[in-house]
């Protein structure tokens, strides 16, 4: 198989099409986290809620940057990484 731009983008070390995994320990636990936030709105435990939610989503967007399967989720994992801190900021 060729080593072209698209395959280094959308293809795995495999030769298959990554666009999608299944979430790992990081993106499950910002996924229960925000829910929770939803519940508890206000006091301490939404603070803890909201703190574990921006770290694992942090901790996810960085370990797709640095690990990701192919240019496309190294791309995703920066793309989260700079809304997050444009989200931030705001």
């Known amino acids: ?3 072209t731009l698209v395959d280094k983008t959308f293809r ?15 993106l499950i636990l910002w996924i229960v986290a925000s829910l929770l936030t939803l519940v508890f709105t206000s006091g301490k435990i939404n603070t ?5 939610a921006n770290g694992s989503l942090f901790t996810w967007a960085w370990m797709e940057i640095f690990q990701g399967v192919n240019y496309f989720r190294r791309a995703l994992g920066l793309a989260v990484l700079i809304a997050m801190i444009v989200y931030k900021i705001q």
């Open 1 to 3: 198989m060729e080593n």
């Open 48 to 52: 803890v809620l909201d703190f574990l």
């Open 12 to 26: 795995d070390s495999n030769g298959k099409i990554v666009l999608a995994q299944m979430p790992n320990p990081p």
